[in-house]
């Protein structure tokens, strides 16, 4: 499969140059290898719809750029996700988590940050249309909103296989409009959508100062509202921050649940890498666990990245994951989707700045009152924003030991928790320190 990935990579690369962008990011870029099996490709999209605009307009497209890249003519099957049995299918629009990866209702760890949404996702499961309507689910990227919204999905196509459940994100929601439009198939569009039992609709920020979109999801949403249709969206923030979203969808999103995922606490994150780990049939002791638990925070996104990094380094070359090796790997998690670090020079400066002091005194292994305490907010803040070990911090502060940090650390730690004006205080130097 690897080498026909590799194929099919290049087949795209050749159809990018010969159409113009917007056509393919719209109709080929999501092709994705199902299977190659003597002349004959399959090769999937994420919706019905794009598969027969690809069947229609762009095999011959397709089958010229096999045969340049291969070599020899080949036969092409295009297939949808969506339609796909099984969980495969279910993931389109959402990072894939290695084969085992399925976005269900078990496979979601729930903790206080959680609970409500999970909650309200799963009674909208049980019974659709007849609780929650609409379900509005936000929070920040990766805490598992696409998650939710397909364990909806997957849960109504056992229990409910009757039911029409449509997922679909805001973005596709848009390209399918644009498209329908250009192509005077806006009949078919309406017909799709208002058809639905159930409509899923993720991240639908994204249709925020889009005209026609907002018109026509307005007029589907209200469709499905009077026929007493479910609709669960997710957006990245709440409808009031939605910029650009008409007075009258943000009111028809209120109408119903609004509930929000906040990141994990470190119990809830350390239950995350376990069952991570335990999909992908690797070992992880309770140090590593923890480890990588204290270290990536914010998002679920990047606690499965580490364990992915640990799973691969066994598999490649059959180290257990130890704690150096869960260093590396948070290193490359956060440097791949961070590319603006914070330095810690950056963080100095503005630490000194707050507290009227020099930057070289808070390196430095002077020990006088005065600066111990902007040194020990100037360790927190490192710890804070770039994950980096208690090691490396002390390193940093004038050749401090592990337990000197670790001490610094929690005394801000709890001077936050009791004082509001420090915590802001401290709030507002991480701000400043990452513009
Ligand atoms: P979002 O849509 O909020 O950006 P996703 O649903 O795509 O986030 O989640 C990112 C990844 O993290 C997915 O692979 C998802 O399975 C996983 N994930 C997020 N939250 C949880 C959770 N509570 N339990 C298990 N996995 C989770
Ligand atoms: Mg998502």
């Not at 009674?123 to 364990?151: C, D, M, Q």
């Not at 270290?295 to 679920?300: L, R, T």
Request: glycine residues 6%.
């Amino acid at each position: 499969m690897e080498s026909f990935e590799q194929c099919l990579n290049a087949v795209k690369d050749y159809c990018r140059l010969s159409e113009a962008e917007t056509i393919y990011n719209l109709w080929l870029k999501g092709l994705e290898p199902v299977s190659y099996d003597d002349g004959k490709a399959t090769l999937s999209v994420s919706t019905a719809f794009i598969k027969s605009t690809v069947e229609e307009r762009y095999l011959p497209l397709l089958k010229r750029a096999f045969s340049q890249v291969m070599g020899f003519d080949i036969e092409i099957k295009i297939v949808s996700r969506a339609e796909m049995p099984g969980d495969e299918g279910e993931k389109s629009g959402a990072q894939s988590f290695g084969p085992e990866g399925q976005y269900t209702f078990e496979n979601f760890i729930v903790g206080q940050d959680n609970r409500f949404a999970h909650a309200a996702a799963q009674a909208v499961a049980a019974s659709p249309a007849s609780t929650y309507n609409p379900l509005f689910i936000y929070g920040a990227p990766g805490l598992g909103k696409t998650h939710l919204l397909l364990a909806i999905k997957n849960s109504l196509t056992k229990t409910h296989p009757q039911l029409k459940v449509i997922y679909i994100g805001g973005d596709q929601f848009t390209n399918e409009l644009i498209a329908a439009i250009s192509s005077g198939s806006t009949e078919a569009f309406h017909d799709k959508f208002r058809s639905a039992d159930v409509l899923l609709v993720d991240d639908v920020q994204f249709i925020g100062g889009k005209e026609a979109t907002q018109e026509e999801f307005f007029h589907t949403f209200n469709a499905l509202h009077n026929d007493h249709k479910q609709i669960v969206i997710s957006s990245d923030r709440p409808p009031k921050e939605i910029k650009s979203l008409e007075e009258r969808l943000r009111t028809r999103f209120e109408w119903g649940l609004l509930a929000d995922v906040q990141p994990p606490d470190v119990e809830t994150r350390i239950s995350i890498i376990y069952r991570k780990a335990e999909q992908l049939g690797l070992k992880i002791s309770s140090e590593v666990a923890e480890y990588i638990a204290v270290n990536v925070k914010n998002d679920v996104r990047q606690l499965e990245g580490a364990v992915k990094k640990l799973g691969a380094y066994y598999q490649m070359d059959g180290i257990s994951p130890s704690i150096g090796l869960a260093q590396n790997a948070i290193r490359d998690i956060l440097s791949e989707q961070q590319p603006i670090p914070v330095t810690v020079e950056k963080i100095v400066n503005e630490v000194a700045r707050t507290y009227n002091v020099s930057p070289e005194d808070i390196r430095s292994a002077k020990q006088n009152a005065s600066v111990s305490l902007p040194r020990q907010v100037a360790m927190y803040i490192v710890r804070e924003v770039t994950g980096m070990t208690m090691e490396r911090i002390g390193a940093e502060f004038g050749g401090r030991n592990h337990a000197t940090v670790v001490y610094g650390t929690s005394k801000v730690e709890k001077l936050m928790q009791n004082d509001t004006r420090t915590k802001e205080l401290i709030e507002d130097i991480i701000k400043n320190s990452k513009t």
